[in-house]
Antibody, heavy 121, light 108 residues
């Protein structure tokens, strides 16, 4: 059974930093492209970042470029999102998602349950 | 950035009825790189459709995607009780890979 489990969310003041983790089981993690997506209450999902399977290539949405950094440890089957200079508008539930290997790596076939990040003073 | 608009915002229908959900893009979506997801409360999103019209593994054939360019449609031919949920479209033809705001399909 595929499981993606996010952790690391919480309440943080504006300007602060957090690192999110996503532990993957039931997948061949080292072969998978992985993504971070967030969703604020009442809004649609927003794609943030993706990393290819060996970690050599990344891409970011403009709203987080320069502030967030995606990384992975294939030995630990874990994806990370380092979030710096957090803003109130970064408040959302953050999800990791797998790029569907048999369809298109930019389409998401498995998602985690999410971790809530609240940026507030 | 391609902006996706979904309509209607809410669709109130009865089981057995046909649901037609629209997703319109602010510019043409490359190679029909358009996906649809279903989301139920407390659950992770489920991939339904990719490439505008291809059903993902295990998706019943009552779900049908169509369209190209800037106009896409998800049709659920006969609503089952488990189909009442939120539906999102996503374009992955150009970065950033954007989602629509969603259509809620409610039980009438």
């Amino acid at each position: 059974e595929v499981q993606l489990v996010e952790s690391g969310g919480g309440l943080i003041q504006p300007g602060g930093s957090l690192r999110l983790s996503c532990a993957a089981t039931g997948v061949t993690f080292s072969s998978d492209w992985m993504h971070w997506v967030r969703q604020a209450p009442g809004k649609g999902p927003v794609w943030l970042s993706r990393m290819n399977s060996d970690g050599s290539n990344t891409m970011y949405a403009g709203s987080v470029k320069g502030r967030f950094t995606i990384s992975r440890d294939n030995a630990k089957n874990t994806l990370y999102l380092q979030m710096n200079s957090l803003r109130v508008e970064d408040t959302a539930v953050y999800y990791c998602a797998r790029g569907a290997p048999t369809v298109n790596t930019l389409v998401f076939d498995y998602w985690g349950q999410g971790t809530l990040v609240t940026v507030s003073s | 950035e391609i902006v996706l608009t979904q309509s209607p915002g809410t669709l109130s229908l009865s089981p057995g009825e046909r649901a037609t959900l629209s997703c319109r893009a602010s510019q043409s979506v490359s190679y029909s790189c358009l996906a649809w997801y279903q989301r139920k409360p407390g659950q992770a999103p489920r991939l339904l459709i990719y490439g505008a019209s291809s059903r993902a593994t295990g998706i019943p054939d009552r779900f049908c995607g169509s369209g190209s360019g800037t106009d896409f449609t998800l049709t659920i031919s006969r609503l089952e009780p488990e189909d009442f949920a939120m539906y999102y479209c996503q374009q992955y033809g150009s970065s950033p890979f954007t989602f629509g705001p969603g259509t809620r399909v409610d039980i009438k």
